[in-house]
């Protein structure tokens, strides 16, 4: 699809629902009030950050590389002493609630190569119940049955991790985070490499939980689906640029601060659809990759 300038758009299906007009926010899975963090010998990567993600939502982090996304994922788990401010989950410090939280990292970093089952990988949530020494319970194994059939892989347990396709294998880590029984779920580039189609069975998994209560944040360099799935967008480059919901947030004054180049955004109905800079080119992974291991 094209615009009157001749400028490519990307649009998806959404696959989640619009919040109704009554809802309301009265709970808070993430509060990050005036963070400052960075590493040693560095300038901050991340300065006066202040954001809030709602139980029962599912909210988008956009940015480029180096906007500081892994940064906050960092501080916000308690790997990554802030230079100021602090960061609540629950209405709690981080420490006390980390058993709240869960992670899924980016599938570069997970070694697939390593002989071990699918249902192996989602018992590994369940290491914070897994008495010293013990061993897995019938509850465990119960929970991450589950955790399977919810994210769409009941019958894989027995299979090898390493022989499934990369839709399958975040759907994997997703079973994890379930059978964890966190209610704050973080994200790291979920769907990098997905076509649309397996994108959007992701994103109704991730739908059904954020119904349930959860909260999930997604950091994501995928505008358009953020634009038609996600309830509320947070734009950060070292600092938050705008957030709210994605109609309001992912203008084109945005996105050129956001991402430093020009961008335009153009809102339709059912969501925004996200154009092509002048240069041909989209904000980096803007969209899905129909090829290599990106199949359900």
């Known amino acids: 699809m094209v615009d009157g300038h001749g400028q490519r758009l990307e649009q998806h299906v959404p696959a989640r629902a619009a919040l109704a007009p009554e809802h309301q926010h009265r709970e808070y899975a993430l509060e990050v009030r005036d963070l400052w963090a960075g590493y040693p010998g560095q300038p901050p990567a991340i300065e006066g950050v202040s954001l809030r993600v709602p139980v029962g ?19 916000v ?14 209405g709690r410090p981080v420490s006390e609630a980390r058993d709240r939280i869960a992670y899924m990292p980016q599938v570069e ?4 190569s390593f002989p071990v089952s699918v249902l192996d990988v989602v018992l590994m949530g369940r290491y914070r119940v897994l008495r010293p ?39 994997v880590l997703t079973a994890r985070a379930i059978a964890r ?25 991730l739908d059904g939980l954020a119904k349930d209560g959860c909260a999930v944040l997604v950091a994501t360099h995928d505008l358009s ?9 947070i734009c950060l480059h070292r600092r938050v640029i705008a957030a709210g919901p994605p109609a309001q947030v992912l203008t ?3 996105l050129t601060q956001t991402f430093e180049r020009h961008l335009l955004a153009v809102v339709a109905m059912g969501g925004v659809r996200v154009a092509r800079d002048e240069h041909g080119d989209g904000p ?10 990106g199949g359900a």
């Open 77 to 90: 788990l308690g790997l990554l002493r802030p230079l100021r401010g602090e960061v609540l989950a629950f």
């Open 284 to 293: 980096p992974g803007g969209g899905g990759d129909a090829g290599g291991a």
């Open 57 to 75: 939502e599912l909210v988008g982090l956009i940015g480029p590389n180096g906007a500081g996304k892994s940064t906050l994922f960092k501080a």
């Open 109 to 112: 970093e997970v070694d697939w």
């Open 181 to 205: 029984g966190a209610r704050l779920l973080l994200l790291d580039e979920p769907f990098a490499g997905l076509d649309a189609a397996v994108q959007h069975d992701l994103i109704a998994v």
């Open 225 to 233: 689906c953020v634009a038609s799935s996600c309830d509320e967008a």
């Open 133 to 171: 020494f013990g061993r897995w319970s019938r509850a465990d194994r119960a929970r991450a049955a589950e955790a399977l059939d919810r994210a769409g892989l009941g019958g894989y347990g027995a299979r090898q991790v390493g022989e499934l396709s990369g839709g399958q294998r975040r759907r």
């Open 252 to 254: 084109e004054e945005v």
